[in-house]
């Protein structure tokens, strides 16, 4: 019992500080400093934090002295990753700028995470890649790059204001994505519609938040 209890701790402390790789970066601290240089963010196991603050790790160059940085002290990061993408059937690598901010993901509101804000306005559409177990679901450590964008996070959540953001494409949601979503932006009957007729689904979630701040927010 003792040595599977062990085992068990060593898969805990393993997953919590399982990292994204160095990548150039900007971090925004609270107080209007900007850090220049490399920095990467931590992933998290699904379901509940074990108690552990989220930091962030931050050097000036490769082999610099490294500090971390409480989530709560940022901002937001700005990454300069690298991201491949075919053009002609070849794949070629391009440089994109993504950006990660800080947000409360528990009604208590007493630790922030990073998350990727992959659509910004009245409702805001993140994303974030949390572990399984001890591997993650999406994109991992020693990625070449910040993993980006719905195909590589498993995590999509979206957020109205000042609320705390509403996961939706979790598998153990007992609602599904079609009811949610109905209920969720039930104050625009314009992109009800579309839910309702099967105009946009589950894999539209970008395109439903954009319409949402385009169409249902004047």
């Excluded at 989530?71 to 994109?96: C, H, L, M, P, Q």
């Excluded at 993504?98 to 910004?120: A, S």
């Excluded at 153990?172 to 309702?196: G, M, P, W």
Aim: with cysteine; charged share 30%; aromatic share 8%.
């Amino acid at each position: 019992m003792k040595q599977i209890l062990t085992i068990t701790l060593f898969l805990i402390i393993n997953v919590t500080y399982a990292q994204y790789s160095w990548t150039p970066a900007e971090v925004h601290l609270k107080n209007g400093t900007v850090l220049k240089g490399e920095a990467k963010v931590p992933q998290s196991p699904s379901g509940l934090i074990i108690g552990k603050k989220e930091r962030a790790r931050f050097r000036k160059a490769k082999k610099q002295k490294k500090q971390k940085i409480d989530a709560k002290d940022i901002s937001y990061i700005t990454f300069r990753a690298t991201e491949k993408e075919k053009v002609n059937g070849k794949k070629v690598k391009k440089i994109v700028t993504k950006k990660f901010i800080t947000t409360y993901l528990r009604k208590k509101r007493k630790n922030p995470y990073f998350v990727e804000l992959l659509v910004d306005g009245k409702v805001k559409l993140l994303a974030r890649t949390v572990t399984t177990g001890n591997a993650s679901v999406g994109a991992g450590p020693g990625a070449s790059s910040i993993p980006s964008g719905v195909q590589s996070h498993n995590q999509m959540l979206v957020v109205k204001g000042n609320d705390i953001p509403e996961v939706f494409n979790n598998w153990s949601l007992s609602k599904s994505f079609k009811k949610r979503a109905i209920k969720y932006f039930k104050d625009c009957s314009s992109l009800v519609s579309k839910l309702e007729n099967k105009t946009y689904k589950k894999k539209d979630l970008e395109a439903i938040v954009k319409y949402y701040n385009n169409s249902c927010t004047k």
